[in-house]
């Protein structure tokens, strides 16, 4: 039946409703599952643009530099920058420890951060509106992290701090997010394809260069570190826990419906799958998704839904105790409750 009228909401509704994703799970053995996965997790790679940074950088070895070193009193902080590309050294913080509770290699954490500043997530706050939406957001994720007795890197996410453009350094704009996704797009690139490639990078200087356990690698972050997290940890295996915050849901309820930053758009994504089924390819490993019961701009009737597509993914892989969905009291924002008891039940006891 034709429309008289457009109307856009049914207009994209229906595209949605289209779209037939060739990876939508359906599996109902473990056997099944694996296959998914082994199909899946290369084409969402792909999609993302890690294809062809990889053939880009074929042989590249990123090389590491300190800025600077500060005693902040129960932890050290530390700057400095990883050339991720030739052309991007990449700015992170890294804390330690200062009395390790142990000499055996440490969990590492890594926070990537949402569309705020940088220096947020190490507890670094400039004026009394970044201090309020630090404390009452709880933002200072790697300082929560270290003070656990971990080591934490906080990175800058590709598009804000040092990596903006000089015109929006200049106007002090918070990030250049759109311009990363035109520019990525010219040439088979996504903004999410870089930020989980900058995070693989991490995850291999810390490997090479930090006393820290292969085994016990985490990765949480709240709003674009939660997509960042989520998408990290379905392309890179290495992360063994993954906390995304405030982001899990479904694309069509959230960036689909909902006015978003360009940054969250991968080509053609809704054709392979939901962000359920880009989630299932972290299962077996440990998954909560955190999110707040008030989040305007990830709905939380969209991220339940999402979650009870999830858990149908951990209930085939015979581990559905792994995937939890804590929900705070609140809107969009970190819930450190979610995250800590979380991570630490498994980097108590490792899993296989």
């Given amino acids: 039946m034709l429309q008289s009228e457009y109307d856009a909401v049914t207009h994209f509704e229906t595209l949605y409703e289209r779209a037939d994703a060739a990876f939508a799970f359906d599996a109902e053995t473990k056997e099944a599952w694996l296959a998914w996965q082994s199909a899946f997790r290369p084409r969402l790679r792909e999609a993302l643009g890690l294809d062809v940074i990889a053939g880009n950088l074929q042989g590249y070895e990123p090389t590491a ?17 990883l050339w991720v590309e030739p052309t ?10 200062k009395s390790p509770p142990t000499s055996d290699p440490l969990p590492l954490v890594l926070t990537p951060h949402g569309h705020g500043r940088p220096y947020m997530y190490v507890g670094i706050f400039h004026t009394e509106k970044e201090r309020e939406k630090l404390e009452v957001g709880e933002r200072d994720i790697a300082v929560q992290a270290v003070r656990r007795g971990y080591l934490a890197l906080a990175p800058t996410t590709r598009g804000f701090g040092d990596t903006r453009t000089p015109e929006d350094k200049e106007a ?34 810390a490997l090479s260069s930090l006393n820290a356990d292969p085994d016990r690698i985490a990765i949480t972050g709240n709003s674009g570190g939660g997509t960042i997290s989520l998408f990290a940890a379905a392309c890179d295996t290495r992360i063994d826990v993954a906390m995304p915050s405030s982001y899990f849901c479904t694309f069509t309820g959230s960036i689909g419906s909902l006015h978003h ?29 955190i999110a707040g019961k008030d989040d305007a701009i990830f709905p939380i009737e969209h991220t339940r839904e999402a979650f009870s597509h999830l858990k149908r993914v951990y209930e085939v892989a015979g581990v559905p105790d792994r ?16 995250a800590w008891p979380f991570v630490q039940r498994y980097f108590d006891a490792p899993t296989a």
């Avoid at 002090?172 to 870089?194: A, E, F, K, N, Y």
């Avoid at 490639?197 to 991490?202: H, Q, T």
């Fill in 88 to 97: 991007v050294p990449l700015p992170f913080y890294l804390l330690r420890p």
């Fill in 172 to 205: 002090d704009r918070v990030h250049s997010c759109r311009t990363q996704l035109m520019h990525d797009l010219l040439v088979g690139r996504t903004p999410i394809g870089d930020r989980v490639w900058d995070i693989s990078r991490l995850i291999d200087w």
């Fill in 323 to 338: 995937c939890k969905l804590y929900v705070g009291d609140g809107g969009h924002r970190y819930y450190k409750d979610g």
């Fill in 65 to 81: 530099e300190r800025v600077d070193r500060e005693d902040m009193g129960d932890h050290i902080r530390e700057s400095w920058r």
């Fill in 261 to 289: 930053c360009g940054c969250n758009y991968v080509p053609g994504i809704l054709r392979l799958g939901e962000m359920h089924d880009v989630a299932g390819l972290i299962a077996p490993r440990p998954f909560c998704a």
